[in-house]
DNA sequence: ATGAAAGCGCTAACAA
DNA sequence: TTGTTAGCGCTTTCAT
């Protein structure tokens, strides 16, 4: 026979139904609310789980209904501001369900996409939601073809079934970037995401749609990629200053990477927004924290997470009913880093200069 | 007989004992790597599980074992930078291991705590992490009575038996004040976190120690209590420097409100660091991307999440060995934030006009 | 080294 | 309305 490892709270349905004096089937009854029960006897059985602190164990639950009751994440990495707010966004969904939230990263290591696909299949989740994870495309693939249920976020998907929420990120850049040409700006940085995915390329797309709209000429010198992260927005910033005819605005895909913008500005002694415009793409809590506060584009991530998570529950209700995947409005919130254009350069760009001092002072963050 | 409704993969152990030619309970020995098994066999056995794409089913194995392989995180909320890097940490860990990670919030509501006490009673998770949630007294009680395992992240608990990991809150304050005290400060303001909180307790002790260390009066008017959030830094800030007699430096006790006192003296008009010194607690990324860089006291956050996550699974898989809290260092970094006190003041503070300054700008943020 | 069999705690069909 | 019973897929004794 087994070897005993039960959980700490013991009190069995059989022990729930011996105390009662029914059959344990009743008891079963009771806790899944099932229309059969003589009303004495429920008020006996409850009675009897009440002073025996019944609580069912789960993982019988699960085994006899093969499901989970529980929802996967799967994300690249849990830093920065970005996943922590969808996250909040599914959890608030998941909070008024049945199902609780697992965590699954995908970090470095390429070689766990094969073992979390076991392991979903082999019922620890019901369903997926991805978001952005590296590797998407064989994810997709191997889910599919187990018809496991999952929601991309951010991402449009492969196959015109796949369900995802994503926000406009083409209106939105295109916004941006018309702002700033409403500013009379004519030379605007693009400093892209990283362009292998759906919502970067989006953007950049509407970054070019804009331009051509105003018949403004698409400067390939202009666009450099960025990864979504601060250095790379540094770094970025700093290539298009040190042009011959450097930008009088820049468009950074996200907020972050425009964090990086407005220190390599600073290191190369130019005001913003007076010397230089800048727009972000996000607004995290932070973007409204910074001197100047910055002018971006407001993807709703909190939103975006509990669409995701009803999109999914609703899946997992019922997986007849046809669904489609949801775009979102992403919407421009014009703040203190964009200012008309002033003709001719506000200020003389040093940037080996600005570079080198922004190398110094970045040598005391350790 | 049950209504079927099993994963999508289905193999059974069944399913490859009949292909291999062997009982089931060879199949078990071998998937879980048993020592008697023959050579011959075990290969036939892992072919038949190859050909198959065999994947237990874990919730059977669940059942049987009474373990649920899975630990989970229990914080208050998720947004803001500080739970994503201990997150990560966690993550880290648990990658090397055969465990999974089950996120909950306690949010608003404080009658999930029940509900949560229940799930992990029920076996869904065999031990869990705790950081700072609402309530945290009356979940340490019911875990206590109920044997089950549980780590604390950010506050010593309340017996000494009870496990954690935290960071030198007492000292890494103490530097703090001392560092501002050596630039000649002696009117040193301190924005508290929430104070029924550990860590918060222990960081206004370490700074009132410093003060008494350098003879330094301390002054209840220099006091102010924060929530963790930019804008109670920001009102903190405010507050103390329309003191008839102000602070020269502030010392707030996370980074969050330290950029909330950032965007207080910009209303005011105040540089920092030249009129108002400033020093922070956490060390977030973003504390590198403001102007100035912020100096502060760097909590090794994702290091603290992995040393929590170790610590569960020692203890998971030796529940009789003694084990205790840990306390990591917090380390001052100075940056750009702070500087000599200048004697007189350097410029007059018009906090009224700051004021009403800061509170124009920011309706700009919806 | 292998097989047979007893459960783990529960759900749901079937009978009464 | 209630009880009886057959599994869910697996681990682990106990025989052989």
């Known amino acids: ?56 164990n789960l993982n019988a639950r699960r085994l006899v209904s093969g499901r989970s009751y529980a929802i996967g994440l799967l994300v690249h990495n849990l830093m920065g501001p970005y996943i922590g707010e969808i996250m909040a966004g599914i959890d608030d969904v998941l909070a008024t369900s049945n199902y609780e939230l697992m965590l699954f990263t995908t970090h470095q290591r390429r070689e766990r996409e094969a073992r979390y696909i076991d392991l979903m299949s082999s019922g620890m989740t019901d369903g997926l939601i991805l978001i952005l994870p590296r590797g998407l495309e064989t994810y997709i693939r191997s889910l599919r073809q187990r018809h496991f249920p999952y929601v991309l976020v951010d991402h449009r998907g492969f196959e015109p079934t796949d369900l995802y929420v994503i926000a ?60 979504y992260t601060q250095l790379s927005g540094v770094n970025g910033a700093l290539k298009l200053l040190s042009l ?48 100047p506060r910055l002018t971006t584009v407001r993807q709703p991530l909190v939103e975006m ?46 940037v080996v200069n600005g570079a080198a001092a922004w190398a110094e002072a970045g040598s005391n963050v350790v």
């Open 1 to 56: 026979m087994a070897r005993r490892a039960k959980p700490a709270n013991n009190a069995t349905i059989i022990d729930v139904a011996n105390l009662a004096g029914v059959s344990y089937a009743t008891v079963s009854r009771v806790v899944n609310n099932k229309e059969n029960v003589a009303p004495a006897t429920r008020v006996r059985v409850l009675a009897a789980m009440e002073e025996l602190g019944y609580q069912a």
């Open 168 to 227: 406009a990120n083409w209106q939105g850049a295109y916004d941006a970037t018309q702002h700033l040409l409403q500013l009379g700006h004519r030379r605007i940085g693009m400093i892209t995401g990283v362009i292998d995915m759906d919502n970067a390329r989006e953007r950049v797309a509407g970054y070019q749609a804009a331009l051509e709209a105003h018949q403004v000429h698409f400067d390939a010198e202009l666009f450099v990629e960025g990864d």
């Open 305 to 350: 997470g509990r669409l995701a998570a009803e999109l999914l529950l609703r899946t997992l209700e019922d997986p007849e009913h046809q669904k489609q995947g949801i775009v979102v409005p992403a919407e421009l919130f014009v703040r203190q880093s964009t200012a008309p254009a002033n003709g001719g350069r506000g200020a003389t760009v040093d």
């Open 244 to 291: 011959a005819d450097p930008p009088t605005a820049i468009f950074a895909s996200n907020d972050v990477m425009a964090f990086g913008v407005l220190e390599a500005a600073h290191a190369c002694k130019l005001r913003v927004p007076q010397d230089l415009s800048l727009v972000g793409f996000d607004d995290v809590p932070m973007a409204s924290w910074t001197q």
